[in-house]
Nanobody
Framework: QVQLVESGGGLVQAGGSLRLSCAASGSILSIPTMTWYRQAPGKQRELVAR???????NYADSVKGRFTISRDNAKNMVYLQMNSLEPEDTAVYYC???????????????WGQGTQVTVSS
């Protein structure tokens, strides 16, 4: 079993910054993929940024150049640095990890509880 604990959300004015963190704990062998999603009211959940174990990253077009995803493999943590925040970034942000418990096992998906980010204009 894996537990994910997210932190760092809050209320910020447009143009401001926030840093989200997500810590995974449990009997984890490796975490091939760590992803941040978000869901705004009335909208579908969307991928914000993804980082692979080797460090390569993907970003949604809407956040490129403003958000940076990073990870600490030793601590099983993933971060999302959000700069130049806009009201359109207001959403609940979710951490998602794909965990391997053994070298021969398929990765298993786990989700964090979500953290609210609100950007005021």
């Amino acid at each position: 079993q894996v537990q994910l604990v997210e932190s760092g959300g809050g209320l910020v004015q447009a143009g401001g910054s926030l840093r989200l963190s997500c810590a995974a704990s449990g009997s984890i062998l490796s975490i091939p993929t760590m992803t941040w999603y978000r869901q705004a009211p009335g909208k579908q959940r969307e991928l914000v940024a993804r980082i692979f174990s080797g460090g390569s990253t993907n970003y949604a077009d809407s956040v490129k150049g403003r958000f940076t995803i990073s990870r600490d493999n030793a601590k099983n943590m993933v971060y999302l640095q959000m700069n130049s925040l806009e009201p359109e970034d207001t959403a609940v942000y979710y951490c998602n990890v794909q965990v391997k418990f053994a070298a021969w096992s398929w990765p298993t998906d786990y989700w964090g509880q979500g953290t609210q980010v609100t950007v005021s204009s």
